[in-house]
């Protein structure tokens, strides 16, 4: 047993757009969307014990550690696999919670991969996926870690190889619940669906963002603000807004520019998720 931390990844993803298709019976919404990720994120820390414990070294203040979706993706693999093992964690958190960057569930299947890697349990992908989903819907794709082409309610996930531009990532200052926004009346809900061979991105849009930006006025003025420089769109059911362009130069440039007191970050997106390297090694 290594008894030495191990390091691993787990990046954000924006959603490069967002239509609702339509609502099922049980409430959960039908959607198109493109998750890419981005070369920016937390770093999550395995140290594998022989006690079976699970511990979280570093609580997320105002999350719980039973709530923590670390521990909840670890006592889940642990059970499935009745393993013995246990392990102590450490997380540097960067994401922004609530943001749309997906923090938590990013969170999620890192320790699923890096823990079915630690424990030798030989999930297979497809296991780890679908272990995944109990845990949130946009866990999968961040297990499988590849960009997406994401039908259904995100779960129905096709290999998309898309743009990789630079992005300017702003963080309002203000977290939106995704249950709100799915909740609400004047949410659209039937967008025509497109063909995946025929995706057009700036043709594309987010069917959250009217709403969003009608109800959060931090929201609505920086993305006005930021419409002026490039072009613009809220990820997931916000709060977070990505700025695209050609070059991480004029990215920088921009963020220099920002209002004061605006988070930001500059990244570039992937067509795969850096973990996929990191689990070879
Ligand atoms: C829509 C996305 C796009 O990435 O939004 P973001 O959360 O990233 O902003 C996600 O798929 C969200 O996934 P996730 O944040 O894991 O959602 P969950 O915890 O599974 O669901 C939160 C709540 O949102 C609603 N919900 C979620 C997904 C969906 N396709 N339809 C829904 O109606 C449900 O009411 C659910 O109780
Ligand atoms: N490890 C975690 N990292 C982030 N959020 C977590 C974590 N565990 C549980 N959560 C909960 O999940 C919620 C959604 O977080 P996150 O996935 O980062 O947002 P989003 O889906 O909007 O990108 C948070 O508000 C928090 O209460």
Redo the contacts with the bound molecule.
Sequence with gaps: MNDSFQRFSSVAKINRFLHITGQRDNGYHELQTVFQFLDFGDTLEFKVNNSGTINLLTP?AG?SNS????VKAAKLLQNKANCSFGVEIKLQKQ?P?????????S?AATTLLALNKLWKLNFTTDQLAELGISLGA?VPVFVRGFTAFAEGIGEHLTPIDVDMPWFLVTIPNC?IS?AEIFGAEELPRNTAKIDINNVDMDSCHNDCEKLVIKRYPEVAKLMSWLLEYAPSRLT??GACIFSSFNDKESAVQVQSKLPNGVKSFVAKGLNHSPILAELKL
């Design positions: 997320i999350v709530s923590n979706l670390i994401l919670m609530g943001g749309g960057l997906g923090g938590g569930s969170n946009d977290s995704t997931g059911t």
